[in-house]
């Protein structure tokens, strides 16, 4: 297995624009977590789904954020408009429910808003 | 609010000597603690973990060593090494209900030569 798999490794935006953040999570795995990791905050949760549902969104700092799981394999983190104090290293983490807290986490995709 | 407290946010440790790190909840209903270990331009990674009912785990040179009654745990690294320089992360979690991870802040370990 690949591993969960994150897109792009680095994306710089201008500040105003609408970024996309991509994952894979790990074939089988059902549940899915977005993590925010920033020097100030250390690792927050954003959002994470559980069978494609999402559980608990109470982790997104504002309606600029949004993420979807349209299907088992794929989610999407989209920020729009972006700030930049939205830069940070946003990752993606995989895990099998009945395995609580041991998660998958991808590269991480560091954003950049400029 | 931090449900899980780690300390200290940095280490500085010489090559073959030991690492401590540890954490402390306040969560009674946490009944599964994992360490993270996370390198440069990487996520964060499943070192050990440990549940309540055992008061200390090994595996090679990474120990926890776990006290239910303080509701506090700790990360032993034995003969440090300069690969070992990384940043970890404590982390606690309900079995049962959300499947959801609580971090610590982390700790930047630095096995120094």
């Known amino acids: 297995d690949a591993g969960v798999i994150q897109s792009p490794r680095h994306e710089v935006t201008e500040m105003g624009q609408e970024v996309t953040l991509r994952c894979k999570p790990i074939?089988?795995?059902?549940?899915l977590f977005w993590y925010r990791q920033t020097m100030m905050r250390g690792l927050e949760l954003l959002i994470y789904?559980?069978?494609?549902?999402?559980?608990?969104d109470s982790g997104m700092p504002e309606d600029r954020f949004s993420a979807k799981m349209p299907n088992a394999s794929f989610s999407t983190l989209k920020i729009q408009p972006s700030e930049p104090r939205d830069s940070a290293v946003y990752f993606c983490?995989?895990?099998?429910?009945?395995?609580?807290?041991?998660?998958?986490f991808g590269s991480g995709t560091r954003l950049t808003v400029v | 609010q931090q449900q899980v407290k780690q300390s200290p946010q940095s280490l500085i440790v010489q090559k073959g000597g030991i690492s401590i790190i540890n954490c402390a909840y306040e969560n009674t209903a946490f009944d599964y603690f994992p360490w993270y270990q996370q390198f440069p331009g990487k996520g964060p990674a499943l070192l050990i973990a440990?549940?309540?009912?055992?008061s200390e785990k090994k595996e090679g040179r990474f120990t926890i060593s776990f006290n239910k009654s303080a509701k506090q745990f700790s990360l032993h690294i034995m003969d440090s090494q300069p690969g070992d320089s990384a940043t970890y992360f404590c982390?606690?979690?309900?079995?049962?209900?959300?499947?959801?991870?609580?971090f610590g802040t982390g700790t930047r370990l630095t096995v120094i030569p």
């Open positions: 982390a606690a979690s309900i079995k049962t209900g959300a499947n959801n991870l609580f």
């Open positions: 440990i549940r309540p009912d055992v």
């Open positions: 074939s089988g795995h059902n549940s």
């Open positions: 789904f559980n069978n494609n549902v999402p559980i608990d």
């Open positions: 983490a995989s895990s099998l429910t009945s395995t609580t807290g041991s998660y998958t």
